[in-house]
C-alpha cells in the first residue's frame, strides 16, 4: 500500500478544530529534520516554483597574520605571497534574519471538510517554521489576521518567539472559533457578523506587515489568499523590494468539488446561505470551475510578483505531506 492511499489520521493531540499547546510544542522537535543540509522543508512542499533554502552566509572581515589554530583554508595565499608572511581571511557570520508570519484564521479559514480545519493546518505549519527559525538562530515574528483584527507577535529569538507565536494563535483561534459558534445560535446576530465578517480587509494586514517587519526578512505568507485582492499587489511588489516573500497556500478537497458526500448540505460564505446537493455532479463542477478560477488568480499575481507559490492540504496531516513528497530530477 503507498503512502497516498493510507488514510489520514488526526496529528498528536489535534481534535482538527480547536488549537492546543501540546499539538504545536510538538514541532520544536521536527524541526531539526529540515535544518542545513538536509534537504529544506520548502523543497518538499508541492508548489507552483521550487524555493532553494537560503544558508547562513560568512561575510569577509580583514586580513590579519597568520596564527596558530587558525583554519588553513583560511588563509589569503596572494597577501601571503606578496609580504612573505602568511595571513588568514577573518569572516564574520551574516547577520540573522527575521521570519515573519502572516498567518490567516479568517472565516473562509475556518473550513474542513476531512481532517482538519485550513486555519488549524495552518497553525501546523507556522509552528513548525517558527522552531525551524529559532534552530537557524533567527528571531520569529508573526501577524495573525482573523478578519477583524490583527494580534501582532514582534520578531523575537530563542524559544521566546515560537511560545510567543503559539500561544498568540491558540488565543486568536479559540476567540474565533467561540464567535463563530455564536453567531450560528441566532439567526438575527448571524446576519449583523455577517455584514461585518470583514471589516479589517486583508490590505490591512499587508500595511502592517510592511511597518513591522525589519528590511531582509524571510516573510511566508499562510493563507487560503480568498481575501487578496489586486489592489493589493502593490503593496506585495514594496514588501518584496527589500524582503524574500513566500506565499502558502491552505486548500481543502471540497474547494475542488472533491467529496463522497452524497446528500444535500447547508453551506454559507458568511454573506449568503444555501443548499447544496453534493449528489448532483453540476454541484462539484461547479466548485472546481470557482477553485481553478481563484487557482489562475493566485498562480498569476505570484507569477508577476515572482513570490514563489506552496500549497498545502487541510485533509492529510503537515508532517505527511512534507516527509511524503518525493523530488524527481529530469
Given at each position: 500500500?503507498?503512502?497516498?492511499?493510507?488514510?489520514?489520521?488526526?496529528?498528536?493531540?489535534?481534535?482538527?478544530?480547536?488549537?492546543?499547546?501540546?499539538?504545536?510544542?510538538?514541532?520544536?522537535?521536527?524541526?531539526?529534520?529540515?535544518?542545513?543540509?538536509?534537504?529544506?522543508?520548502?523543497?518538499?512542499?508541492?508548489?507552483?516554483?521550487?524555493?532553494?533554502?537560503?544558508?547562513?552566509?560568512?561575510?569577509?572581515?580583514?586580513v590579519r597574520p597568520y596564527?596558530?589554530?587558525?583554519?588553513?583554508?583560511?588563509?589569503?595565499?596572494?597577501?601571503?605571497?606578496?609580504?612573505?608572511?602568511?595571513?588568514?581571511?577573518?569572516?564574520?557570520?551574516?547577520?540573522?534574519?527575521?521570519?515573519?508570519?502572516?498567518?490567516?484564521?479568517?472565516?473562509?479559514?475556518?473550513?474542513?471538510?476531512?481532517?482538519?480545519?485550513?486555519?488549524?493546518?495552518?497553525?501546523?505549519?507556522?509552528?513548525?517554521?517558527?522552531?525551524?527559525?529559532?534552530r537557524e538562530k533567527d528571531?520569529?515574528?508573526?501577524?495573525?489576521?482573523?478578519?477583524?483584527?490583527?494580534?501582532?507577535?514582534?520578531?523575537?529569538?530563542?524559544?521566546?518567539?515560537?511560545?510567543?507565536?503559539?500561544?498568540?494563535?491558540?488565543?486568536?483561534?479559540?476567540?474565533?472559533?467561540?464567535?463563530?459558534?455564536?453567531?450560528?445560535?441566532?439567526?438575527?446576530?448571524?446576519?449583523?457578523?455577517?455584514?461585518?465578517?470583514?471589516?479589517?480587509?486583508?490590505?490591512?494586514?499587508l500595511k502592517h506587515l510592511?511597518?513591522?517587519?525589519?528590511?531582509?526578512?524571510?516573510?511566508?505568507?499562510?493563507?487560503?489568499?480568498?481575501?487578496?485582492?489586486?489592489?493589493?499587489?502593490?503593496?506585495?511588489?514594496?514588501?518584496?523590494?527589500?524582503?524574500?516573500?513566500?506565499?502558502?497556500?491552505?486548500?481543502?478537497?471540497?474547494?475542488?468539488?472533491?467529496?463522497?458526500?452524497?446528500?444535500?448540505?447547508?453551506?454559507?460564505?458568511?454573506?449568503?446561505?444555501?443548499?447544496?446537493?453534493?449528489?448532483?455532479?453540476?454541484?462539484?463542477?461547479?466548485?472546481?470551475?470557482?477553485?481553478?478560477?481563484?487557482?489562475?488568480?493566485?498562480?498569476?499575481?505570484?507569477?508577476?510578483?515572482?513570490?514563489?507559490?506552496?500549497?498545502?492540504?487541510?485533509?492529510?496531516?503537515?508532517?505527511?505531506?512534507?516527509?511524503?513528497?518525493?523530488?524527481?530530477?529530469?
Open positions: 500500500m503507498t503512502e497516498s492511499q493510507i488514510a489520514p489520521t488526526l496529528p498528536s493531540h489535534s481534535d482538527g478544530v480547536n488549537l492546543c499547546l501540546a499539538e504545536l510544542l510538538q514541532y520544536k522537535n521536527q524541526a531539526v529534520r529540515w535544518l542545513p543540509p538536509a534537504q529544506s522543508v520548502w523543497s518538499q512542499l508541492n508548489g507552483q516554483h521550487m524555493s532553494r533554502q537560503k544558508g547562513r552566509g560568512m561575510n569577509f572581515s580583514e596564527q596558530a589554530g587558525d583554519d588553513i583554508r583560511a588563509i589569503d595565499w596572494r597577501v601571503t605571497a606578496r609580504t612573505g608572511k602568511t595571513h588568514t581571511k577573518l569572516f564574520t557570520e551574516e547577520r540573522e534574519q527575521p521570519v515573519m508570519l502572516l498567518i490567516d484564521i479568517s472565516n473562509s479559514m475556518k473550513f474542513g471538510s476531512k481532517l482538519l480545519l485550513k486555519s488549524v493546518q495552518a497553525a501546523h505549519f507556522a509552528s513548525l517554521l517558527s522552531w525551524l527559525a529559532v528571531r520569529i515574528g508573526a501577524i495573525i489576521y482573523d478578519g477583524k483584527r490583527l494580534t501582532e507577535c514582534k520578531p523575537t529569538a530563542r524559544q521566546q518567539g515560537p511560545l510567543r507565536v503559539i500561544n498568540a494563535l491558540i488565543e486568536a483561534h479559540k476567540a474565533q472559533i467561540t464567535s463563530s459558534s455564536d453567531e450560528q445560535s441566532s439567526q438575527q446576530q448571524h446576519q449583523q457578523s455577517s455584514e461585518n465578517s470583514y471589516s479589517l480587509p486583508f490590505s490591512g494586514a510592511h511597518h513591522l517587519c525589519p528590511k531582509g526578512s524571510e516573510i511566508v505568507i499562510i493563507s487560503d489568499f480568498y481575501q487578496l485582492g489586486l489592489s493589493d499587489k502593490r503593496r506585495l511588489s514594496q514588501l518584496r523590494h527589500h524582503n524574500r516573500i513566500q506565499f502558502v497556500q491552505i486548500h481543502d478537497p471540497l474547494e475542488q468539488g472533491k467529496t463522497s458526500f452524497t446528500g444535500y448540505e447547508s453551506v454559507t460564505d458568511n454573506k449568503q446561505s444555501l443548499w447544496l446537493d453534493f449528489s448532483a455532479k453540476k454541484t462539484k463542477e461547479k466548485l472546481s470551475e470557482q477553485y481553478l478560477a481563484h487557482q489562475l488568480f493566485i498562480k498569476d499575481m505570484a507569477q508577476t510578483l515572482a513570490i514563489p507559490l506552496h500549497s498545502l492540504s487541510a485533509a492529510i496531516p503537515l508532517l505527511q505531506q512534507l516527509g511524503g513528497q518525493r523530488i524527481h530530477h529530469g
